[in-house]
């Protein structure tokens, strides 16, 4: 990777492997070495050096270094390129929450929407979306790919090292076609973002985990517990019918039995808020 002219704190457009030299006198600072001369420790980034930082040889500013070679040139457009697709994403999110759901009672205000962890996976781009009322195990089509068959609403049961989970096809006028796996919703456990976050990227990491498999064969489990929490809010529905309070006190909570097995979540139905 390479640019005419002087690097001018251009830290978006150097990775931390980034050899870069003096266009003045042509000395080389890279990164692997560090720079005696200041006690700069070997492994700091260029864009990690102080501001005062100069050429040990001429003192020319930082700004006047140029790129000599970039090996993490190729992760650094790769991610520039996801980020351009999760931005998208996060702002589609965002609007929705702005329109309908801010004022909801199960929104968590405590949070935002962000896109986590999202990486190649085959010819899709794979990651979770937090929001303040769901987290998702979302899939997007990779640059190129098209999915011209995807119906809003139908269910596609898609495996992972660590199990199969079901997604809920849908599509947004920014976003467009994506898959959707609900982790958990809504989201009231959290007080943090960062909690939210690195519960995040705990699924990214456990779902490409076979240790996991036995616990996170979900489809049927999924479609069977579903079944059974209609069964139960029909019973406790004629129960009240009938001057009855339902004895609850033993079941398991729903986040429990539909997060159970991948880390700290799993694969669920969409619940019924508004998600996309």
């Not at 909570?253 to 539909?258: C, Q, T």
């Amino acid at each position: 990777m390479s640019f005419e002219g002087s690097y001018l704190g251009a830290n978006d457009r150097i990775s931390a492997q980034a050899v870069m030299e003096c266009k003045i006198c042509w000395t080389p600072y890279d990164p692997a070495e560090g720079d005696d001369f200041r006690q700069v420790e070997p492994g700091t980034a260029f864009a990690d050096l102080p501001e005062d930082w100069s050429c040990p040889n001429c003192s020319a500013p930082k700004e006047q270094f140029m790129v000599l070679e970039d090996p993490g040139a190729a992760d650094l457009l790769e991610a520039a390129r996801i980020k351009a697709v999760t931005d998208r994403l996060e702002a589609d999110f965002a609007e929705v929450y702005h329109a309908k759901m801010r004022d909801v009672p199960i929104v968590n205000k405590a949070l935002r929407v962000e896109a986590v962890g999202f990486q190649r996976h085959g010819d899709c781009l794979l990651g979770v979306l937090v929001s303040p009322w769901f987290m998702n195990l979302v899939l997007l089509p990779d640059e190129g790919a098209e999915w011209p068959e995807l119906r809003a609403g139908d269910k596609e049961v898609i495996g992972f090292p660590s199990g199969e989970y079901e997604f809920l096809h849908n599509s947004r006028e920014m976003t467009g076609p994506y898959k959707a796996c609900s982790l958990f919703s809504p989201m009231g456990e959290f007080t943090r973002q960062k909690d939210a976050t690195d519960v995040a990227r705990a699924v990214m990491a456990a779902l490409f985990d076979e240790a996991n498999r036995a616990e996170t064969d979900r489809a049927a489990e999924i479609r069977a517990q579903r079944e059974a929490d209609l069964a139960e809010m029909a019973a406790e529905e004629a129960a009240m019918d009938a001057g009855e309070v339902p004895d609850l006190r033993g079941a398991p909570s729903r986040r429990a039995v539909l997060t159970a097995g991948l880390s700290d979540s799993g694969a669920a139905e969409q619940p019924s808020v508004e998600q996309g």
